[in-house]
């Protein structure tokens, strides 16, 4: 690659992604644990089977049907009114549709702006498409403090915003109130990040509620994560129809193929039953923190999937001597951290006896 004459500020750079280390227990990309269902499967080889007799031809462009049933889905999920179809977008995982509202609303000259510690896929999705990449830091308890955050980011006017709620890898969910009072201070498009936001705990908003009232909000979400679906590659965001426009000018063409659109309205009929396993990783999440606080660790309280510890002195030598128990967890977030997805009941038993042998590095 040295010798190409590739962009001078990729040179030398390594593309991302988490370790895929083949050990019994991976906990490091926040997946969700259970097999689908076996109807679930049924069903998907038949929307397969269906499918393959028109691979012939191009996709539907537009993927009508499936933003419809995503739309409701939404509707259903977040308490509000149904989506319709030109108020959804979807493409090939939250990351492409994030994308997209880069390559439509930022570019040379704009800039894109985001709380750490956070997801780090921000800051690609800016080099990517020549956006300027600023950051600030959250409180200390990794909350966003919309007094401060709406006097320093006016002062910085950015193009788009990026929030995590909840955050990864804190786990962190917003107040609605920061995403409102950050609309306020910005001219730009502000995109609350809900990858994770099935797993929320009773009572936690979510920004959905706040697009009908608000042009420049854009809430992004993944089937990747509650649904069980990560493999299939299927992220959407909802906003106002001429947002969704914006974003249908910088799509590749037919970028999202038939079979996935086919799988996914399928999966999407089975979203109630798919609920009993979110429900079931929620409390073992809630569980572990509170073993968690037993055992003297640091944690932060998770709305996620996952839950981000410490503290530790070398916190890649912890990392390492878990990999040498066959436990793979995450190396992210602030120093000092490792962060471990929710498995299975019986996972997360591995994990626990994994980290009681293996103490503190
Ligand atoms: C905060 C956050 N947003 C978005 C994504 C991307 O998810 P996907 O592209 O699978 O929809 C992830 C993946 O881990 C994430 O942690």
Known sequence: MTQLPIREELRGLHPYGAPQIDVPVRLNTNENPFQPPRDFIEDLGTAVVDVAKTLNRYPDREATKLREALGLYLSREAGVPTIHADAIWVGNGSNEVMMHVLQAFGGPGRRALTFVPTYSMYQEYA???????????????????????????????????????PNNPTGTALDLAVVEALLQATTGMVVVDEAYAEFRRPGVPSAVSLVQDNPRLIVTRTMSKAFGFAGARVGYLTAHAGVVDALRIVRLPYHLSSLTQAVALAALQHATELKTQVKLIREERDALVTWFDAQGYETTSSDANFVMFGKFADRHAQWQALVDEGVLVREVGPEGFLRVSIGTQAEIEVFKAALAKVGWR
């Open 127 to 165: 080099r990517n498409t020549f956006t300027e990449f600023v950051t600030m830091e959250r409180d200390a308890d990794f909350t966003i403090n919309a007094e401060r955050a709406s006097r320093e980011v006016s002062a910085l006017n950015p193009d788009v915003t990026f929030l995590a709620s």
